[in-house]
Each structure stands twice: as C-alpha cells, then as structure tokens.
C-alpha cells in the first residue's frame, strides 16, 4: 500500500495523525501501509475522503487523484 504512504508524507503527516483521524491504533496503520492487513472498506472509505482521492487511486487501480462526484438524491 505505497499510496497510503505516499498521501501520507505528501501531506507532511505522520502515522499517529492519520491513525487518530481514523479512530485507530498507529501500529494498525502502520499495518495498513506495510501491507500485512487488509484495509477494510469502511476505512479505505474515510482515507479516500480524507485525501480527497478515489477508492480506486488507493487501490492503484487507477493513477487518477480526483474522486467521484457525489451521487445525486432523487427527490422523493
């Protein structure tokens, strides 16, 4: 998971920042960048908000930044 560090140190934050961000242990998140956990969705989630990136750019599933539009509500 390069990109997580990547976004990370582009910031200039440190592990314990993002980890408190997310509510998280600093080891888990080092975990998370190192690769010997698995992200789960709910986190990959409030990373891609955080940034400001896709789920998908994370993923490097695609070298894009930007993140998707909101969905539109249908009124009701």
Known sequence: MNRLRELREDKDLGQKHVAEHLNIHQTTY????????????????????????SVDYILCRTDEKSS?????????
């Open 68 to 76: 998707y539009p909101a969905p539109r509500r249908k009124n009701t």
């Open 30 to 53: 080092s975990d998370y960048e190192l690769g010997r956990l698995n992200v789960p969705v709910r986190v990959l989630c409030a990373l891609a908000d955080f940034y400001g990136v």
